[in-house]
């Protein structure tokens, strides 16, 4: 069983930064791969960032690559989602995701494990 808690959201001006991290419980964390997906209002979740276990494979969406960069640090059981040059469109409740799986993955439905979510709000 693994338990994920988010935090670092918050309020920011468009063209700003923000680190969003998740402490994950658990001794197998290492184990897993991880992901970051967001869900803005009236609009289904989606996906945002992934990375392997070993943090030696990332994955990223069309709409965040060059901007955000997802790292975990193992020895912590800590993950991260630096977010810079935010842009209205990625205001969203953000969640951690934690998959029972090795290797990285985009689809939602491969991920067993889910934080509470933190609220991200970019102002123009």
């Known amino acids: 069983q693994v338990q994920l808690v988010e935090s670092g959201g918050g309020l920011v001006q468009a063209g700003g930064s923000l680190r969003l991290s998740c402490a994950a419980s658990?001794?197998?964390?290492?184990?897993?791969?991880m992901g970051w997906f967001r869900q803005a209002p009236g609009k289904e979740r989606e996906f945002v960032a992934a990375i392997s276990w070993s943090g030696g494979t990332t994955y990223y969406a069309d709409s965040v690559k060059g901007r955000f960069t997802i790292s975990r640090e193992n020895a912590k059981n800590m993950v991260y989602l630096q977010m810079n040059s935010l842009k209205t469109e990625d205001t969203a409740v953000y969640y951690c995701a934690g998959s029972l799986s090795e290797f990285a993955t985009t689809n939602r439905g491969n991920y067993d494990y889910w934080g509470q979510g933190t609220q991200v709000t970019v102002s123009a």
């Open positions: 658990g001794r197998t964390f290492s184990s897993h791969s």
